[in-house]
């Protein structure tokens, strides 16, 4: 895993001892109810398992970068289904959103997809009750593709989404890499 610097972040592949925070942070419900494939309450043991099939290179694993702010793990960005149905995800702890921390790492972590991988396009999802991601997303140059529903295992039901797709050539770069 490449370690990817940007002005305020670096990006690196997760470590056992991210364990705690990992469980801390994403174990707030206000995280894990964005996301599609995280259980409420998370514990130890998901993480653990959560680790284990991140960046193992084998077909379908996700490539997962830590996002570290200088002393420890503040949130996560994931590649999932590479190389062929490539797609992104996300989240940060509670309190580091708004900051314009996403915008950051997300844009770095495509750069370096584009950059080192035979990828053209890519998609990502989010619920439509969450404006913050949706800004995040177009805000990289992904635009709307489809409708449908994310499925919530924190909430035990699916949300209305928005699936968009994401070029190669309409990456905005927010950061150099
Ligand atoms: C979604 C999430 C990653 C955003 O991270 P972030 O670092 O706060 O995002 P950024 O600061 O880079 O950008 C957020 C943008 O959305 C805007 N925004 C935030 N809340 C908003 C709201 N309720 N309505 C409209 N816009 C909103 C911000 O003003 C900002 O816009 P700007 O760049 O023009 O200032 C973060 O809130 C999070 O981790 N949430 C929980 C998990 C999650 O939702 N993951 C994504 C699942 S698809």
């Not at 790492?105 to 950059?115: D, M, Q, T, Y």
């Not at 997303?137 to 209305?160: I, V």
Request: charged share 25%; hydrophobic share 35%; proline share 6%.
């Amino acid at each position: 895993m490449p370690v990817i610097q940007t002005e305020r972040l670096t990006l690196r592949a997760p470590h056992e001892s991210d364990l705690e925070r990992i469980v801390d942070l994403i174990g707030d419900y206000e995280v894990s109810k964005m996301l599609a494939l995280v259980p409420h309450p998370y514990t130890r043991e998901h993480g653990i398992d959560w680790l284990s099939q991140a960046n193992t290179g084998k077909p379908g694993c996700e490539t997962v970068f830590a996002l570290d702010a200088g002393d420890s793990l503040i949130g996560c960005v994931s590649l999932g289904k590479l190389p062929n149905d490539p797609t992104l995800g996300y989240w940060l702890g509670r309190p580091y959103w708004g900051r314009g921390y996403m915008s950051e790492a997300a844009g770095a972590a495509l750069a370096w997809l584009f950059a080192n991988h035979p990828v053209d396009e890519l998609t990502s999802q989010a619920m439509d009750e969450n404006p913050a991601s949706l800004k995040v997303l177009r805000k990289l140059g992904f635009s709307d593709d489809s409708k449908g529903t994310c499925e919530s295992l924190a909430r035990g039901e699916g949300r209305p989404s928005t699936v968009l797709r994401l070029k190669r050539d309409t990456l905005i770069k927010t950061v150099t890499v």
